[in-house]
């Protein structure tokens, strides 16, 4: 599993000190920290394909195969749900009227 980075089509950001340079950084944190979440994920789910191929080989063991799915089945959850959770917040502040 790959995740592309989305680069915004709006202008730079300016590079000296600005009121909102917190709000961005922590904008910036969320989005680095979601991404890395993916990431982890990712890494998790290919674990358990590699877990899954070892058992078919006979180089591995069940309980090792199961354990990795299981672990994989969690991230991917976790993963979802954060998804969904993000997509709502930014549903409601689309709606929001200003």
Request: proline content about 6%; cysteine-free.
């Given at each position: 599993?790959?995740?592309?980075?989305?680069?915004?089509?709006?202008?730079?950001?300016?590079?000296?000190?600005?009121?909102?340079?917190?709000a961005?950084?922590?904008?910036?944190?969320?989005?680095?920290?979601?991404?890395?979440?993916?990431?982890?994920?990712g890494?998790?789910?290919?674990?358990?394909?590699?877990?899954?191929?070892?058992?078919?080989?006979?180089?591995?063991?069940?309980?090792?195969?199961?354990?990795?799915?299981?672990?994989?089945?969690?991230?991917?959850?976790?993963?979802?749900?954060?998804?969904?959770?993000?997509a709502?917040?930014?549903?409601?502040?689309?709606g929001?009227?200003?």
């Amino acid at each position: 599993m790959r995740v592309d980075v989305l680069v915004p089509d709006g202008p730079p950001a300016p590079s000296g000190p600005s009121p909102h340079s917190d709000a961005t950084a922590t904008a910036n944190g969320g989005a680095n920290a979601f991404q890395r979440l993916v990431d982890a994920a990712g890494a998790i789910l290919d674990g358990a394909d590699r877990a899954e191929t070892a058992f078919a080989a006979h180089r591995g063991g069940l309980q090792e195969m199961v354990v990795e799915r299981a672990r994989a089945d969690i991230a991917l959850q976790i993963a979802a749900s954060a998804a969904q959770r993000t997509a709502q917040s930014l549903s409601a502040l689309l709606g929001m009227q200003i």
